[in-house]
C-alpha cells in the first residue's frame, strides 16, 4: 500500500517534495545571511591581532554561531524602524484614507484632504530624492573620502531613508488615488504612457534599498569585530591562561611572554616553557595564543594541535 503523502505525481516527483523546496530556500538563504556576517565580524576581529582569519580554520557552524552579537545592533534598529513606520502609516491612514473613503464625508472635504495628502507626498517625495542623489554623490566621492570613519555608516544610511521615503511615498499615493473622490482620480492606469518604466523605477528603489540595508549592517559587523577585539586586548584576563611547553625556543622578543628552560632529563622531549600567553581562539587543528598584556610589538603564535607541543590551562584566580 503506497502512501498517500509519498505517491509519485505524474511528473515522478513525490507529492512533499515542493513544500520541503519552499522550505529550504529561506533556511538555506538564512544561513548563508548568518554565516556572511559572522565572517565578515571575525575578519575584523582577528585582523586587530594580525591574524587572518582564514588561517583560524574555523567552520561554517561556527561563524554561524558568531553571527548573532554583530547583527543584534542592526536588527533591533530595524524593528525599531519597522515599528515607528507602521505607527505612522496607521496615523495617516485614520486621518487620510479613512477619510477620503469615507461615504459620510462631502465631496469638498474629501478633496481638500486629498490635495493635503498629494502635497504630503510630494514633498516626501523630494525629500527622499534629496536623501537618494546625496547618497550616490557620496558614492562617486569614494575615492576622495574613503579615509572617512563615518562614510561606511552615512552613505548607507542616507540611501536607506532617502529609499525608504520614495518607496512609501508612492504606494502612498496609490492608496490616495484608490481612495480619492471621482472628480480628483487621475487618468488610468492604462494611460499612463509607460507603466512599465514606473514598475522598472520601483523595482530599482526596492533593490537599493536592500542592498543599503546589507552594505550598513555589514560595516556594524565589522565595527562590532573591532570592538570585540579591543575589549580583549583592554580585558586579556578574560581569556584562558596557557602554560606553553615546546621543543625547540620560539625566540618572543616582546618581553612580556616569560621563557623558562626546562632542566634536561630522561624521555624529556620538551625544553623551553612559556608562560603569561592567553589562548585567543582555536580552531579545527591549530590554536592561536597571545600575551596576556597588550603592546604593538606583541605578535599572535599559532600552536598546532599535535605532539610537538605541550599545553596547561590554569585555573583562574577566583577561589569557589
Request: hydrophobic residues 50%.
Amino acid at each position: 500500500m503506497i502512501d498517500a503523502g509519498t505517491e509519485p505525481e505524474p511528473g515522478g516527483f513525490p507529492r512533499w517534495l515542493p513544500a520541503w523546496a519552499a522550505a529550504i530556500g529561506p533556511v538555506t538563504l538564512i544561513s548563508a545571511v548568518l554565516f556572511y556576517f559572522g565572517y565578515v565580524s571575525s575578519r575584523a576581529q582577528y585582523e586587530y591581532f594580525g591574524v587572518d582569519v582564514d588561517v583560524i580554520g574555523l567552520g561554517t557552524r561556527d561563524y554561524i554561531m558568531r553571527s548573532p552579537q554583530p547583527l543584534l545592533v542592526p536588527l533591533l534598529t530595524l524593528t525599531l524602524l519597522g515599528a515607528g513606520g507602521l505607527l505612522v502609516h496607521l496615523l495617516l491612514h485614520r486621518r487620510v484614507l479613512a477619510v477620503l473613503a469615507s461615504p459620510s464625508v462631502s465631496d469638498v472635504v474629501r478633496t481638500r484632504r486629498a490635495h493635503q495628502a498629494r502635497r504630503i507626498t510630494r514633498a516626501a517625495i523630494t525629500l527622499g530624492a534629496f536623501l537618494l542623489t546625496s547618497g550616490i554623490a557620496l558614492l562617486f566621492a569614494y575615492e576622495t573620502l574613503q579615509e572617512w570613519p563615518a562614510y561606511a555608516l552615512v552613505t548607507p544610511a542616507l540611501l536607506i531613508c532617502g529609499a525608504s521615503l520614495v518607496a512609501y511615498a508612492w504606494r502612498f499615493a496609490d492608496l490616495i488615488t484608490a481612495a480619492a473622490p471621482a472628480s480628483e482620480a487621475p487618468a488610468p492606469v492604462d494611460a499612463d504612457p509607460a507603466p512599465g518604466l514606473r514598475r522598472s523605477a520601483r523595482f530599482l528603489v526596492y533593490l537599493l534599498l536592500v542592498t543599503a540595508i546589507f552594505w550598513a549592517t555589514a560595516t556594524v559587523a565589522q565595527l562590532t569585530g573591532r570592538g570585540l577585539a579591543r575589549e580583549v586586548a583592554a580585558d586579556p584576563e578574560r581569556l584562558p591562561r596557557v602554560i606553553l611547553d615546546t621543543r625547540e625556543r620560539l625566540y618572543l622578543r616582546n618581553g612580556i611572554v616569560e621563557e623558562t628552560q626546562l632542566p634536561n632529563a630522561e624521555h624529556q622531549e620538551f625544553r623551553y616553557r612559556y608562560r603569561r600567553l592567553r589562548l585567543l581562539v582555536i580552531g579545527e587543528d591549530r590554536m592561536l595564543l597571545v600575551p596576556d598584556v597588550w603592546s604593538a610589538s606583541n605578535s599572535t603564535i599559532i600552536v598546532p594541535i599535535d605532539e610537538s607541543m605541550r599545553m596547561q590551562f590554569q585555573f583562574q584566580n577566583d577561589a569557589p
